[in-house]
Nanobody, 114 residues
Framework: QVQLVESGGGLVQPGGSLRLSCKAP????????MGWFRQAPGMQRELVAS??????????HYADSVKGRFTISRDNAKNTVYLQMNSLKPEDTAVYYC?????WGQGTQVTVSS
């Protein structure tokens, strides 16, 4: 069973920051497209940020709702992709999932509340 390990969620006040991590079990994952999705209660899962493979230049893309506040990045040596989330808003509250190649992480809860 493939294991993508997510970490970094939690409770934060509006305006705060969190950094999510998604670690893959091997360097081959650096050859795959990777995306961070989120799903709020009663809502569809949505793609918030993505990064292409290292062979495709690690290009990034963001949903309009997070552009300028979230940053996706990768550490190839650690087989890890990060999602830095700044200026968090209550509407960012959701379970966040990483999807790397054909695999999904277990999800991590992000709650933005005062």
């Amino acid at each position: 069973q493939v294991q993508l390990v997510e970490s970094g969620g939690g409770l934060v006040q509006p305006g705060g920051s969190l950094r999510l991590s998604c670690k893959a079990p091997g360097s081959i994952y650096n050859l795959y497209f990777m995306g961070w999705f989120r799903q709020a209660p009663g809502m569809q899962r949505e793609l918030v940020a993505s990064i292409t493979s290292i062979t495709s230049g690690s290009s990034t893309h963001y949903a309009d709702s997070v552009k300028g506040r979230f940053t996706i990045s990768r550490d190839n040596a650690k087989n890890t992709v990060y999602l830095q989330m700044n200026s968090l808003k209550p509407e960012d509250t959701a379970v966040y999932y990483c999807q790397w190649g054909n695999d999904w992480g277990q999800g991590t809860q992000v709650t933005v509340s005062s």
